[in-house]
């Protein structure tokens, strides 16, 4: 059974920081490309950042500079730091594995950023 843990979300206020963990079990994630996605109050799911089984990396415009992706595959691990974050990063974060038609989703972690 595949199963991806989301966990590191919380309250946070502007301008803080961050790290989201998601744990891979079931499969042998490092030949999966990882992403994290969000889904914040009234909006659709975005993509926030992903990063493929060679380390190669992409973002939303919308963060590049504030998080980074990264990955340890002895850990069947992906992380998302997250750094001066804003209140428009308010969202429902989930874990994403995907290679080729294998799509598996995580059931998320809240992030608040509010003061």
């Known amino acids: 059974q595949v199963q991806l843990v989301e966990s590191g979300g919380g309250l946070v206020q502007p301008g803080g920081s961050l790290r989201l963990s998601c744990v891979a079990s079931?499969?042998?994630?490092?030949?999966?490309?990882m992403g994290w996605y969000r889904q914040g109050p009234g909006k659709q799911r975005e993509l926030v950042a992903r990063?493929?089984?060679?380390?190669?990396?992409a973002y939303a415009d919308s963060v590049k500079g504030r998080f980074t992706i990264s990955r340890d595959n002895a850990k069947s691990t992906v992380y998302l730091q997250m750094n001066s974050l804003k209140p428009e990063d308010t969202a429902v974060y989930h874990c994403?594995?995907?290679?080729?038609?294998?799509?598996?989703w995580g059931q998320g972690t809240q992030v608040t950023v509010s003061s």
């Open positions: 079931g499969i042998r994630s490092s030949i999966y490309t």
């Open positions: 990063i493929t089984s060679g380390g190669s990396t």
């Open positions: 994403n594995a995907r290679l080729q038609m294998w799509d598996y």
